[in-house]
């Protein structure tokens, strides 16, 4: 099992920017891939980013590529998500989860986190 505890967010105007931090412990965080989630008012959890193992690979859902960089630090078992060129419609509780695979498979096997609140002023 894996602990997440995700900090970093807060209160930014639109064209600002963020970095998200998550912190994991537990199982050798050097053994999965990584993800970032969110969750706006009234809406499902969605992916927004990923990142295998060693960081060689990465992926970024439509919205964000070009604006956001998911980045891990194996040696402080941390994941960050750089967050750039902020919209309103990024306003959302933040979330990071652990995959199985040390590729991105979907499967996650982490306990959620309380999250962090990113709130984009317009």
């Known amino acids: 099992q894996v602990q997440l505890v995700e900090s970093g967010g807060g209160l930014v105007q639109a064209g600002g920017s963020l970095r998200l931090s998550c912190a994991a412990s537990?199982?050798?965080?050097?053994?999965?891939?990584m993800g970032w989630f969110r969750q706006a008012p009234g809406k499902e959890r969605e992916l927004v980013a990923t990142?295998?193992?060693?960081?060689?690979?990465?992926y970024y859902t439509d919205f964000v590529k070009g604006r956001f960089t998911i980045s891990r630090d194996n040696a402080k078992n941390t994941v960050y998500l750089q967050m750039n060129s902020l919209k309103p419609e990024d306003t959302a509780v933040y979330y990071c989860?652990?995959?199985?695979?040390?590729?991105?498979?979907?499967?996650?096997?982490?306990?959620w986190g309380q999250g962090t609140q990113v709130t984009v002023s317009s």
């Open positions: 990142i295998s193992w060693n960081g060689g690979r990465t």
């Open positions: 989860n652990a995959d199985l695979g040390r590729l991105w498979t979907g499967q996650t096997f982490g306990s």
């Open positions: 537990g199982r050798t965080f050097s053994s999965y891939a």
